[in-house]
């Protein structure tokens, strides 16, 4: 699971790709974070979840949490990214971010909720989109059922992480490397960590995580 992403190499290397690409982000993103003291307090694991308004959103959401989060973190990505000509991405964010193979569907999603349940036994927090695409909206987009199948499984806390204002900051043409077009102001409204209740079945478990998630303020 861990393998070369926890080497002492890739480690110390860690905060400093995550410094140069908040530096990039602050060129458009002036972000607002919205009940720091809860950020502060975090608890690991926990499953952080945010709502996917643009590239890089989940850059932004982590710009909020404290290095003794960051430092424990692992990040469910895009399968895609890691194979074919794209897989240089999946090297760097896997540097950078700790990022780890997520398939969003097919037989072979079964995969990354298996990681994703590794990482939290053995103690790391897990930052998750759970609409899996970028939506461009203020409002979330469906999430997948796996969330709440995790959660469960696992009892560990659900952190919500929402953005507004991101999605102004793109439009339609947005192409690689998929920067936004536009500068201007972020809030981050950092959510209480909750529990899903025992006895919900996976689908509730979900629906209730995007409905706090909505409405975290």
Do not use: C
């Amino acid at each position: 699971m861990r393998g070369w992403r926890r080497s002492r190499v890739v480690r110390a290397l860690r905060p400093v790709l995550q410094g140069l690409a908040f530096l990039i982000l602050r060129r458009w993103v002036r972000l607002e974070i919205v009940h720091p003291e809860r950020a502060a307090r975090i608890p690991v694991p926990s499953i952080l979840i945010f709502n996917y308004q643009g590239s890089y959103a989940g850059l932004v959401a982590m710009r909020a949490l404290p290095w003794r989060v960051r430092s424990r973190l692992a990040v469910a990505a895009d399968a895609a990214v890691f194979g074919g000509r794209d897989r240089w991405q999946g090297l760097l964010i896997s540097l950078a971010v700790q990022a780890f193979p997520f398939p969003k569907t097919g037989r072979v999603a079964r995969r990354g909720l298996v990681e994703m349940e590794r990482w939290l036994r053995s103690g790391f927090a897990v930052m998750i989109a759970p609409e899996g695409a970028p939506s461009l909206s203020p409002e979330a987009g469906p999430f997948f059922n796996g969330l709440g199948y995790v959660a469960l499984r696992t009892r560990v806390p659900i952190v919500p992480l929402r953005l507004e204002g991101y999605d102004a900051l793109f439009d339609d043409t947005i192409s690689f490397p998929w920067l936004p077009k536009r500068s201007g102001r972020v809030r981050l409204y950092v959510g209480e960590p909750f529990r899903i209740p025992d006895g919900m079945d996976r689908r509730a478990a979900t629906a209730l995580a995007r409905e706090t998630l909505l409405a975290t303020r």
